[in-house]
């Protein structure tokens, strides 16, 4: 069964490094989505992309981080500078086209700040 | 705005007992639900949705009915079993121009005991 990857699984940076996250969804799929969930919340949406462009990034914090899908296949998530606030799971999901699709997750980032 | 509130975690049951998670949810227009499933180690998965009111999700002997009247999707199963331990979340989405955005809940944490 087709799966979301993304890599890498855990990240541990200092304060002030930069850190990038990658996400390859299912083939086909549209529609990506990057994810940040805070331990103990639900998973709050930072970008979503169909195809290349970014058609939702009013959560992403703009001036610290910059998300692309060049090709409109994989795409990168970069934080820099990282701050202690930015400890959290990274989730990246795909879906197809169409409104209302299940959204389908890859098993996440967990980067820890210190 | 739009929201997803859920009852706290955790929630700690005996194996073969009935579960209860309230979901309600704030939004404008004619959202879709789902809930989600997040077992240790893994991402999220798509356990049910409904696309519009009255309409009942069902899988793995969960269930849940969009009630519009009470604004809500609280999600049932009749005999829980170990098994089910995860995090449940509940979500709303389509509400955002048809984009497929999902905007979730914080999270329920349910620990089945054998």
Known sequence: E?????????KITEKSQAVAFWCDPISGHATLYWYRQILGQGP????????????DDSQLPKDRFSAERLKGVDSTLKIQPAELGDSAMYLCASSPRQVDDEQYFGPGTRLTVT | GNSVT?????????????????????ATGYPSLFWYVQYPGEGLQL?????????????????????K??????????????????????????????????????????????
Do not use: W
């Open chain 2, 69 to 114: 009247e009470t604004t809500s999707f609280h999600l049932e199963k009749g005999s829980v079993q170990v098994s089910d331990s995860a995090v449940y979340f509940c979500a709303l989405g389509g509400v955002s121009g048809g984009y497929n955005k999902l905007i979730f809940g914080a999270g329920t944490r349910l620990a089945v005991h054998p």
């Open chain 1, 2 to 10: 087709a799966e979301v990857a993304q890599s890498p699984r855990y």
């Open chain 2, 6 to 26: 859920q009852m706290e975690g955790p929630v700690t049951l005996s194996e073969e007992a009935f579960l209860t998670i309230n979901c309600t949810y704030t």
């Open chain 1, 44 to 55: 709050e949406l930072l970008v979503q992309f169909q195809d290349e462009s970014v058609v």
């Open chain 2, 47 to 67: 356990l049910l949705k409904a696309t519009k009111a009255d309409d009942k999700g069902s899988n793995k002997g969960f269930e849940a009915t969009y009630r």
